[in-house]
Every structure is written in C-alpha cells, then in structure tokens.
C-alpha cells in the first residue's frame, strides 16, 4: 500500500472506500437473478450511480424517489445507492440489462458499446453553446427515439442530467492549443474523446475516472479534462491548479432503466415513473447551476485553482475535421448530427460552426 504523507490521504481513504463499498455490492447484488426484489410486499426498486449524496444528481433521484413513493408508495420503494455501491457504471449497466438492478445512472460514453448514436456526444464542439445543448435535450419528441436506440440491448434511457461544460485543467496553464502540446491528458474511454485529445497534439490517457487523481499526483499524467465539480467533489483541485474554460464538450448523464421493467408497469403506472424521471430533471438542473458556482469558489479560495478563460475559436479550429471523420466512420450519428447543426444554425440566424454534411 502506498505510504499515507501529505495529500497521499486522498488515495488511502479512496482505496479504503472502494473496498468497503465493493464488500457492499457484493452482499447487495448477491442472489438477485434477474427479477426485483419484494419486501414487506413492496417492489424494491433500485438505482445506482457513481455521485456523492450532495452532488445534483442525487438529489435529482432523490425528488424521483419522493415522486414514486407519494403516489406509489403502497407498491414501490425506491433505494439509491452512490458512489459506485454497486458497481462502476459499465457493471451498474449489466446489472440493469439483467434486471438485478431497476436504473443506473451513466454517462454517454459507456452507452456507446450498446447503440452507436451515442457516440455524438463525444464529438467536440457539437453544440455552439449551452442553450443549443439544452434545448436539444429537452426536445423530448426526438430525444425518445435516440432513448429508444438500446431497447435490443434490454434497457433504455428515460431522461437525462446536465453534466456541464468539459474543460481541460492540469498541473501547469493552458492558455491556447499549443499549451496541450505533449501533455499528457487523460479522458473517458471513448475513441472519439481520444481522438480529439490527440488532435490538440496532447497523448490521450483513458482511465477510469477514480484513478485521475492519484495519475496527476504521481506525474503519470498532465492533467484531465471535466467539469469543475471534479475539483471540489473528487479533490482535482489539490493536485491540478489551472482550469481552461476551452468548453470542448457538452456531455449529459442519461438515466437508464431496464426495459422489461418498463414494459411491466401498467400504463398509470409509468406515466407516473416518466413524470417523476422528468421532475428529477428539473431539480438536477436547478442545483446544478448552485453546485458550479460554489464549486468554483471552494476551488479558487481554498485550492488555489486559477480559472482561466480563453479565445474558443482557438482551440476549435484545431478539432472541427474530427467532425466529418465520425460522420464518415459512424452514419448512425448523422441523424442526429444534422439536428443539432439546425439547432445552432436557428440559434445564430442561420450560420454554423461546422462544414460537414
């Protein structure tokens, strides 16, 4: 084990907490075969997610589990489990493809391997600002037929959670592209996050996502890229002082639900999980914006983080050709693709960032 000295708490503590909670999954997940669980004559339904308690998106699932419950209390009891209780998010999704678990929370990324469409997502610079990616969100007619993708893999998405604006930050300042050069960056494990990392002439380091603050601690990486809750949330702040405000991605959180579960529920019934999935939005959102701002401020004042914005176009141009190659290597995207490029043209009077087609 590694000698415990100064910030080196951060990562006993996280290697003590792994293993107390993956002691937890086991006795949780143990014996389930597929079918909910019923106790006191209640469906147990259970959701995972990888978030602390305070983060938005618990407390989204918790309006969700008040939703259920007053109107479905006599049927339903609704357990959320953080912090990875059950699992990474890829475990937490085969979990959910088999029934073992009811929901999990997981990022666009790890949905890739199951619909291609979600590889969108990854693409940098899609959207041209935060009101295009939320109005397209929220833009649940279309939307349900990209949640609809996954439906042969047995589960699908019921509404989605703002995860922010991705930004670089590191152990020294990026201020323009050339700052990237030979850094080494790490991203989720997706190709097209690795290849825009690539793009910027840094090297790419997937990683899971509990190993990012040891790797910048020890050297093994520059630095990641995220939004500013991994700051304050996860520590990065400690050991990464310099955040870029480059905004090179807008990735959401999609909440996913067993299928034949869905399909189980009778029709009063799911609309009742819809409308609760579609509140836990709203109350994600709300205290998304509260959490950024407080985040920013525990970083600057108490972690030294310098918050640096820079020239966008900058580090856009330097990425905009990954745009035609994932339209060329992948064409589920284009659909979707050319929904967006709308969006951002009506947004900007009939201008956009991209020449693809």
């Avoid at 959207?127 to 279309?142: A, G, I, L, Q």
């Avoid at 020294?172 to 494990?189: F, N, Y």
């Amino acid at each position: 084990m590694e000698r415990c000295k100064g910030k080196d708490w951060f990562t006993l503590n996280n290697m003590l907490k792994r293993l107390a909670v993956a002691a937890l999954a086991a006795v949780t997940v143990a014996g389930l075969s597929g079918c909910g669980a019923v106790t006191s004559g209640k469906r147990i339904i259970r959701i995972s997610h990888a978030q602390s308690e305070t983060h938005p998106e618990h407390l989204g699932l918790l309006a969700f589990k008040d939703y259920v419950e007053e109107r479905l209390g006599d049927k339903y009891e609704v357990q959320i489990f953080p912090n990875e209780i059950l699992g990474s998010a890829q475990k937490a999704i085969e979990l959910t493809q088999t029934g073992a678990i009811d929901f999990v929370v997981a990022g666009t990324a790890n949905l890739e391997n199951f619909a291609g469409v979600y590889e969108i997502f990854s693409m940098p610079y899609l959207f041209d600002s935060e009101d295009v990616y939320k109005s397209v969100m929220e833009d649940t007619d279309y939307m349900e037929k990209i949640y609809e993708s996954t439906d042969e893999a047995g589960f699908r998405v019921v509404t989605w959670y703002n995860a922010g604006t991705r930004n670089f930050y590191a152990k020294t300042p990026i201020r323009t592209p050339e700052d990237l050069k030979g850094k080494k960056i790490r991203v989720q494990q997706s190709p097209a996050s690795v290849a825009m990392v690539n793009a910027f002439g840094a090297a790419a380091a997937p990683m899971g996502f509990g190993e990012v603050y040891t790797a910048i601690q020890q050297g093994v990486i520059d630095g990641a890229e995220n939004n500013e809750l991994a700051l304050t949330n996860n520590k990065h702040g400690e050991v990464a002082k310099y955040y870029c405000y480059n905004k090179h991605q807008m990735v959401p959180d999609m909440l996913v639900a067993n299928l034949k579960f869905l399909n189980g529920l009778s029709p009063e019934e799911y609309q009742i999980f819809k409308d609760a999935a579609a509140l836990s939005t709203q109350v994600e959102m709300e205290e998304w914006d509260k959490s950024i701002e407080e985040a920013k401020q525990i970083a600057a004042d108490n972690m030294g983080v310098e918050f640096i914005d820079v020239d966008v176009d900058a580090f856009k141009e330097k990425v905009l050709p990954l745009h035609q190659q994932m339209l060329d290597s992948n064409p589920k995207i284009r659909d979707l693709y050319e929904h967006i490029r709308k969006a951002n043209e009506n947004a900007k009077g009939g201008q956009t960032n991209a020449d693809a087609s």
